[in-house]
């Protein structure tokens, strides 16, 4: 059966006096299914085009660029008497709460949900393999903010949130019979806390994978260039990948091009302007020119082997990262989702001995210390002697 077989029928929220009424109508429900759609690939910076949200039976399309005041909204997003369902909540929280100023409180994740599942992530397949439903996903890369939308993008966006309610009832069902519920739950309540100081800093370089390996003076010229092209996408409102894609970017840090002529080599540069190649070279030379005191380091976490306790430490780690891999296969999880990195390294470092010691782990969640705690006690005991 496919989407346009089943498209829910929806109330487009157009005018500011109707999303007041809505918001009174949405905090009545219990449980509310709730979508953004952004617009990152059509114009500079993000725009939030359009908000969904759905009980299951009726659906309501909130239009954010015709509707200006969108505070009324916290009444029903921040209200802990109703349940949020979205899928890959963090983006969702995170674009509430960036255009919206809104936190998004009691949610659950159906992406989680279906991680601790040992399922796909994909909505899509979601929806297909417990209701037979077919979702469109064509415009999941469209333009959201062209205006007006057009019936089968609004159709589309109806369609994503109208089946969250019962996916999640589904997905919880599951979850019930292994006990795992609780852990679910538990990670959604931790969802847009996670906090990165790297998209704050003016440096670019900090978001661009793969930096952390540069040398500071191909890190110098990535930032001039990446700083070059930002700029230029703010002046003509368009993502900056549409200026320069990273793929050249890094090829142009890895054999910088000194002159058009090496510059025209890379195939694509043919069809620019040469006031596009002259600015580019232009921030390639203001690059590699960096003084030597002035050149950028990526922030890294050192370790230097001589430390006292380091040796044993990396030991631990490598215990636990056993113990992880080994676990994880016979719950059949992804290891990540039993311990986090960062998580096994703190584990690693403050090594405890007893459960009390456990509350010493900074970001460890209660279901981990309940369902893994002992045998990780154990295991730390023994690498330290304590334990036969």
């Known amino acids: 059966m496919t989407a346009e077989k089943t498209c829910p029928a929806y109330l487009l929220v157009e005018r500011q006096e109707k999303l007041s009424e809505t ?9 509310l299914a709730c979508d953004v759609e952004v617009d990152t690939l059509f114009h500079y910076g993000e725009t939030l085009c359009l908000l969904q949200f759905s009980d299951g039976e009726k659906t309501w399309l909130v239009e954010p660029l015709a509707v200006k005041d969108l505070s009324v909204l916290a009444a029903v997003l921040e209200d802990q008497r109703v349940e949020k369902i979205i899928h890959g909540a963090d983006f969702d929280v995170r674009m509430m709460s960036k255009h919206l100023g809104i936190t998004c409180r009691r ?36 333009n959201w903010r062209q205006r007006p939308l057009p019936a089968e993008m609004l159709a589309y966006a109806a369609s994503d949130v109208y089946w969250l309610p019962r996916l999640a009832d589904v997905l919880k069902q ?3 019979k292994l006990k795992r519920l609780e852990w679910v739950e538990e990670e959604c309540a931790f969802i847009g806390q996670k906090t990165s100081p790297e998209k704050s800093s ?21 930032e001039a260039i990446l700083q070059w092209r930002e700029g230029l996408a703010r002046k003509r409102d368009c993502p900056p990948f549409k200026i320069l894609d990273n793929e050249t970017v890094r ?19 043919s069809r620019k302007t040469p006031e596009f190649r002259q600015s580019l070279l232009q921030a390639v030379r203001t690059g590699l020119s960096c003084p030597e005191e002035k050149l950028p380091v990526y922030p890294k976490f050192f370790r230097v082997p001589g430390w006292p306790g380091e040796k044993e430490k990396e030991e631990r ?16 999880l992804a290891p990540g989702l039993l311990l986090t990195t960062k998580q096994l390294r703190e584990l690693a470092e403050k090594a405890p001995l007893r459960l009390p010691d456990l509350n010493k782990v900074e970001g460890l969640r209660n279901w981990q ?19 036969k």
């Open 23 to 31: 918001v009174s109508e949405l905090a009545k429900k219990q449980v």
């Open 317 to 332: 780690e490598r215990m636990l990262k056993s113990w992880r891999q080994a676990k994880s296969m016979s719950l059949g």
């Open 107 to 142: 949610v659950f994740d159906t992406e989680i949900a279906a991680r601790y599942l040992s399922q796909g992530s994909s909505l899509a397949a979601l929806i297909k393999k417990y209701f037979g439903i077919s979702l469109a996903k064509k415009y999941q890369k469209a």
């Open 174 to 176: 599951e979850l019930r």
């Open 251 to 269: 090829r142009m840090v890895n054999q910088p091009p000194l002159t058009e002529a090496e510059l025209l080599r890379i195939r694509m540069f």
């Open 369 to 387: 210390k309940r369902v893994f705690g002992e045998e990780l006690c154990y295991l730390l005991r023994r690498s330290a002697g304590k334990e």
């Open 202 to 222: 003016h440096l670019l370089f900090l978001r661009f994978a793969g930096a952390g390996t540069l040398p500071r003076r191909k890190l110098a010229l990535l």
